[in-house]
C-alpha cells in the first residue's frame, strides 16, 4: 500500500484575530490537497500565534489562554479534513487537563473522528516557563492506510517510546516539532533518522519556522520538514525521500510505499527489527 504525505514548514507570524491563523491554515491544506496528499503534518505549537490576540505587553498571552481556542481549533482542522477528504495532523495544541495544561496532537480523520496524543516528555523551557505537564500514555491509530504514531519533538528523543509504538503495529510515525536554534534542530533531526533505522518505519516530521515577536519563547524558530526512510537499498542512500528548504514558508510532498518496509524487515541489508533481544530487554513492561 503507498500514501502520499505532505509536511508543513509553518511560518509563525504575530495574528490580530482567529481568521487570519484560518486564512493561513486553510491555504497549506489547499496546497497539500492540489497535489493529492492523504495526509497532512502541521509543526508542534503550531497556534502559539493566536498569543498575540488582545496582548499590550509585547510578550504575548499567557499560554494556557490557549485552551481558549480549543473549540475554534478543533472545527477548523476537523472541517477541513471533511471538505479535502484528508487525515490532518494538526501540529501541537495547548489543552487544559484538570488543573494542568498539556501539550497535545491531534489527528482529524475525513470522517470526522478526531484522536489526540498528548506528549510524553516535557523539555525544561515547556515545563518552568509554561508549567506544561506530561502525557500519561501512548496510543497508535488505525486509519485506511494503516496504524500510525503521533510523537512530539522532544518525545522521538527517547527510543524507548518509539520502540513501544512500533509494536503496537505502527508504520509510519509523525513528528511535530519546535525549535528555536540548530541545536534543538539537529537533535531532534538525527534522533529521527535513528528512531527510522531502529524500528524500520518512515517518520514524517516537520518544525515551526519564523518569528512570534509578541509572544515570549516562540520569538526564534529554525525549522525543516523530511520525509525519512530506513537506510536500506529500497530506499534513498541518505534516509531521505523529501526535505524543505530551512527555514522557509513552504510545503513537502512524498510517497510512502508500506510494502518496502515489509521487505526490509524479513529480508534487508540488516533486520533490526527482527534482531531485536526481547529476551534482554521487551517492547514495553
Keep these: 500500500m503507498k500514501m502520499r504525505v505532505s509536511a508543513v ?11 487570519s491563523f484560518r486564512e493561513q491554515v486553510v491555504h497549506y491544506v489547499r496546497n497539500a490537497s492540489e497535489y ?37 481549533y478543533k472545527a477548523l482542522f476537523s472541517g477541513l479534513a471533511r471538505e479535502y477528504g484528508v487525515y490532518i495532523i494538526g501540529g501541537t495544541h495547548v489543552t487544559q487537563a484538570g488543573d494542568r495544561i498539556r501539550n ?16 510524553l516528555h516535557i523539555t525544561p523551557t515547556e515545563r518552568e516557563e509554561w508549567n506544561v505537564s506530561p502525557g500519561e500514555g501512548v496510543e497508535v491509530f488505525e486509519t ?19 520502540r513501544i509504538v512500533r509494536a503496537k503495529g505502527a508504520d509510519v510515525i509523525f513528528c511535530p516539532s519546535c525549535t528555536d536554534d540548530r541545536h534543538g534542530f539537529y537533535r531532534v533531526r538525527y534522533c529521527c533518522h535513528a ?11 516537520t518544525g515551526t519556522v519564523g518569528s512570534l515577536r509578541r509572544v515570549d519563547f516562540m520569538r526564534a524558530n529554525y525549522g525543516q520538514a523530511a520525509v525519512i526512510a530506513p537506510n536500506d537499498i529500497p530506499f534513498p542512500p541518505r534516509g531521505i525521500l523529501a526535505e524543505g528548504e530551512i527555514n522557509e514558508d513552504m510545503l513537502i510532498t512524498a510517497d510512502l510505499d508500506l510494502s518496502l518496509l515489509e521487505d526490509v524487515r524479513k529480508a534487508g541489508s540488516v533486520t533490526t527489527w527482527r534482531d531485536r533481544r526481547t529476551d534482554l530487554y521487551t517492547d514495553w513492561p
Excluded at 514548514?9 to 481568521?19: A, S, W
Aim: aromatic residues 14%.
Design 9 to 19: 514548514q509553518f511560518e509563525l507570524k504575530d495574528v490580530e484575530r482567529f481568521e
Design 144 to 162: 485506511e492506510y494503516g496504524k500510525i504514531g503521533l510523537l512530539t519533538c522532544y518525545d522521538i528523543e527517547f527510543p524507548e517510546i518509539v
Design 36 to 72: 493529492g496528499a492523504k495526509f497532512v503534518l502541521f509543526p508542534e505549537f503550531v497556534t502559539t500565534p493566536l498569543l498575540a490576540i488582545g496582548d499590550t505587553t509585547g510578550r504575548g498571552q499567557p499560554v494556557a489562554k490557549l485552551a481558549e481556542y480549543t473549540e475554534e
Design 104 to 119: 497535545t496532537a491531534f489527528l482529524f480523520a475525513p470522517d470526522g473522528r478526531v484522536w489526540t496524543q498528548d506528549k
Design 195 to 205: 528512531r527510522a533505522v531502529e524500528n524500520q518505519v518512515y517518520i514524517v516530521t
